[in-house]
């Protein structure tokens, strides 16, 4: 039940990342753009977005300066943490901790296979990979 609840959340913290991203995208390209969630000129998530406040979390801007690589929109901050909780939710221990701050090969409970291809076990556990190719599929076994 939890890992329905957890992967319910994701989805709908990932739409509504997408639509942040969607809704300062075009109040930049159409000055005038008014979106769904803006109730009034005192209650505006499109102000909010295209403010300084919408980039960097508020915070990278005065540290590092508008221009900086690290000053992204939040909704792309959102994007990447839904994911993650999504990627990562189902694992427990090493495997999580591995896949936040490892590499590539060990995001969660996604290994890399030696072709540089990545599989990913459905039961939630961490599973590897073997890279012998059968046709255009690659076939992952085993559990840790």
């Given at each position: 039940?939890?890992?329905?609840?957890?992967?319910?959340?994701?989805?709908?913290?990932?739409?509504?990342?997408?639509?942040?991203l969607h809704?300062?995208?075009?109040?930049?390209?159409?000055?005038?753009?008014?979106?769904a969630c803006d109730l009034g000129p005192s209650v505006s998530c499109?102000?909010?977005?295209s403010s300084?406040?919408?980039?960097?979390?508020?915070?990278v801007e005065p540290v590092l300066g508008g221009d900086s690589?690290?000053?992204?929109?939040n909704g792309a901050i959102g994007l990447l943490f839904y994911l993650l909780q999504g990627l990562l939710g189902p694992c427990h221990g090493r495997a999580a901790a591995g896949g936040a701050v490892g590499d590539l090969g060990g995001l969660g409970c996604w290994r890399r296979c030696g072709s540089g291809r990545f599989?990913?076990?459905?039961?939630?556990?961490c599973a590897w990979c073997a890279s012998a190719p059968t046709g255009l599929t690659w076939r992952c076994w085993g559990s840790t």
């Open positions: 039940m939890a890992g329905v609840l957890r992967a319910v959340l994701c989805v709908a913290g990932a739409a509504l990342s997408v639509y942040a809704v300062e995208h075009q109040a930049a390209k159409d000055p005038s753009y008014r979106a499109t102000r909010v977005f300084r406040w919408g980039r960097g979390l508020g915070l690589a690290l000053n992204v929109p599989c990913s076990s459905a039961s939630g556990t």
